[in-house]
Structure formats: structure tokens, C-alpha cells
């Protein structure tokens, strides 16, 4: 006899835990309820509207060249043209941004003068769409190339596209 009262001593335990068990878990549930009714949905339905749209209009700007018209980067780092030194590290990658004043055909490429209120620098691409006057934004890989002439060196830094 008594193992079965501890039984049914064991069940009335599980069956009052259970219970109060259920009976938080209403409570719970009334406070969330209550407070989603208490405050509007209204704003965080604008939040993330708001959200959205500036996602998709950042996603915007990452199909386009670096080099087509008129696409100016908002937060890139442009170097000043006259920054751009023949010592420089061959590797150095820049942005510049400036206006195209001259292009001329090379081989396979193009290569356009750019310039910037600092100064000027020529650019090989492999576009050949750029007209003089159009304002762009140009990343690449600075060059020099050496031309010692009796004595004198008038080597030319100039930008390789990426």
C-alpha cells in the first residue's frame, strides 16, 4: 500500500506542476498579446518598408563600371591626381575622378587623359565608349613606364584600368 500512495502522491505532483505549467504559459502568452495590442504595428511595418527600400537601392549601384559615364561612388576614396607619384608602388590600386579631356586607340585598348583640379594622368582601358567632357570615376592599378632619353628621364605614371 505504500508504494501505491507514493504513486498517487507522484501523479498529484505531475498533474499540479503540469498545471501550473499551462496556467504560466497563459499568462505569458495574454502579457505578449496585450502588449502587441497595447502599441500600433504601424511603425514597425514603416521600419521595414524604410529598410527595404534603402537595401535595394544600395544594391542599385553594384551591377556598374567603374568607368561608364557618369557613375560617381559616394564614399570611395578618390586620389587627388597630383598624389599620384612615379614612386608609387606598381601595385597600389587608386579612384580617381575627373573629366576626360583626350583619348587616343592603342592595339586592343584606349587609353584616355583624365583630369581633376590637381592635375592630369592618362588611363588604358579596354572601353571605348568614354567621350571628351564626360565626367567619371576610374579605378586602377598605377603604372610607370620608364623612357630614358639622353640622360634624362621623361618616364609617364599612368593608370592600368581593373
Known amino acids: 500500500m ?30 505578449s498579446l496585450s502588449f502587441l ?6 511603425p514597425y511595418r514603416l521600419g521595414l518598408v524604410f529598410l527595404l527600400v534603402v537595401g535595394l537601392c544600395s544594391c542599385g549601384s553594384l551591377t556598374s563600371s567603374g568607368l561608364n559615364g557618369t557613375n560617381f561612388r559616394i564614399g570611395t576614396n578618390v586620389t587627388p591626381i597630383r598624389e599620384i607619384k612615379p ?48 565626367q567619371v570615376v576610374i579605378k586602377g592599378k598605377v603604372r610607370y613606364r620608364s623612357i630614358p632619353l639622353a640622360g634624362k628621364e621623361l618616364g609617364e605614371v599612368y593608370l592600368e584600368e581593373e
Open 2 to 31: 505504500g508504494t501505491d500512495l507514493m504513486k498517487l502522491a507522484t501523479r498529484q505532483a505531475v498533474k499540479q506542476k503540469f498545471a501550473q505549467s499551462v496556467a504560466f504559459m497563459q499568462q505569458t502568452r495574454n502579457l
Open 87 to 134: 614612386e608609387q608602388d606598381n601595385q597600389a590600386t587608386v579612384y580617381i575622378q575627373g573629366k576626360v579631356e583626350k583619348k587616343a586607340p592603342l592595339m586592343k585598348q584606349w587609353a584616355y587623359e583624365i583630369s581633376d583640379s590637381t592635375g592630369k594622368i592618362w588611363v588604358v582601358t579596354n572601353q571605348k565608349n568614354l567621350t571628351e567632357g564626360a
Open 37 to 42: 495590442y497595447g502599441h500600433s504595428i504601424i
